[in-house]
T-cell receptor, first 114, second 112 residues
Framework: GAVVSQHPSRVICKSGTSVKIECRSL??????MFWYRQFPKQSLMLMAT?????????EQGVEKDKFLINHASLTLSTLTVTSAHPEDSSFYIC??????????FGQGTRLTVV | QKEVEQNSGPLSVPEGAIASLNCTYS??????FFWYRQYSGKSPELIMF????GDKEDGRFTAQLNKASQYVSLLIRDSQPSDSATYLC????????????FGAGTRLFVKA
């Protein structure tokens, strides 16, 4: 199966600082990557869709200036949570698309803002 | 109406029994259907995908799709305690295009 690597797996940061999360497709090229957020006991909520070389498409209610997404290559997308606050604490998961409909998930990043 | 609906559970079955998980979706144009397993604190893991009406079997897992009824299910035969997890139904295609829409998940407990 396809491998998607996400780092870091856990991060604790102070309120007001920024955190960058990386998502890499290791053995395939992903023209599209997706970023999800999952709060405890809730399902995955899509935050944004990222296409290589173009601006990300954000879902309604997601602040694009707060959650910066860069998809600079076919194997790497990054999500930067800027000026993080405790309410941003969540589980962030990326997935990389292969072909028309397959998507593979990274390991997820547990962000805690203190 | 939610786009993808699942019973939140928990669904409790004894070891060795068949666990049946159900999912309905609202977008009739949806094309691809997935079942993911998610253990607590971990990322989802793809179990099966199905594109065509009917059944698709893979080991102990069988996915069933009925597009006319907008219904997809997952059967787990010979359930094991290690199958205890949250199972997420996901749908792509239709008006959402490549975007994957997830259900809220069904928690499954398999009792030893």
């Amino acid at each position: 199966g396809a491998v998607v690597s996400q780092h870091p797996s856990r991060v604790i940061c102070k309120s007001g600082t920024s955190v960058k999360i990386e998502c890499r497709s290791l053995d395939f090229q992903a023209t599209t990557m997706f970023w999800y957020r999952q709060f405890p006991k809730q399902s995955l909520m899509l935050m944004a869709t990222s296409n290589e070389g173009s601006k990300a498409t954000y879902e309604q209610g997601v602040e694009k200036d707060k959650f910066l997404i860069n998809h600079a290559s076919l194997t790497l997308s990054t999500l930067t949570v800027t000026s993080a606050h405790p309410e941003d604490s969540s589980f962030y998961i990326c997935s990389a698309g292969r072909g028309a409909t397959e998507a593979f998930f990274g390991q997820g990043t547990r962000l805690t803002v203190v | 109406q939610k786009e993808v609906e699942q019973n939140s559970g928990p669904l409790s079955v004894p070891e060795g029994a068949i666990a049946s998980l159900n999912c309905t979706y609202s977008d009739r144009g949806s094309q691809s259907f997935f079942w993911y397993r998610q253990y607590s604190g971990k990322s989802p893991e793809l179990i099966m995908f199905i594109y065509s009406n009917g059944d698709k079997e893979d080991g102990r897992f069988t996915a069933q799709l009925n597009k006319a009824s907008q219904y997809v299910s997952l059967l787990i035969r010979d359930s094991q305690p290690s199958d205890s997890a949250t199972y997420l139904c996901a749908v792509t295609g239709g008006t959402g295009g490549f975007k994957t829409i997830f259900g809220a998940g069904t928690r499954l407990f398999v009792k030893a």
